[in-house]
């Protein structure tokens, strides 16, 4: 067990949220509607996690807002999702669980499959 684990455990704590941001990634990817809904599959598979319901994606505002966001129920919570392919192609994606996860497992698997060549993450548990 890990440390985060074990203070998760030790702290009862209700829920966990992570927010990863990633940037440099691949633009056909984060403008791609079937990307980022492989990438939903593929990510609650990494990190255990059992989606409920469809992956709600849509590509909405104007101008410099523009760009595709992403909600997926989780039976444990949510994972939302942004991406801003008008600046440095990031993507800002947060994971809120009830059930613990493995957070930097989690920001490596965003940031290969979006071929990020950065990211940065924070996580904090839910009392």
């Known amino acids: 067990m ?3 684990q074990e203070d998760y455990s030790k702290r009862k704590s209700w829920g966990m949220v992570a927010s990863i941001d990633i940037y440099h990634c691949n633009p056909k990817f984060i403008t791609s509607k079937k990307k980022i809904q492989e990438f939903v599959i593929k990510l609650c598979q990494s990190i255990g ?3 409920h319901g ?4 849509e590509r909405f505002a104007e101008g410099e807002l523009a760009g595709y966001s992403a909600m997926q ?3 444990t919570s949510s994972i939302t999702m942004h991406f801003d ?5 990031r ?7 009830c059930k ?5 497992r989690a920001e490596r698997f965003c940031r290969d499959f979006f071929e990020s060549k950065k990211s940065k993450s924070i996580y904090y548990f839910r009392h």
């Open 54 to 57: 469809p992956t709600l994606i």
């Open 49 to 51: 996690m059992k989606r």
């Open 2 to 4: 890990s440390k985060v």
């Open 73 to 75: 129920f989780i039976e």
């Open 91 to 97: 993507a800002f994606i947060d994971i809120f669980s």
């Open 100 to 104: 613990f996860f493995d957070h930097k």
């Open 85 to 89: 392919d008008q600046h440095d192609n």
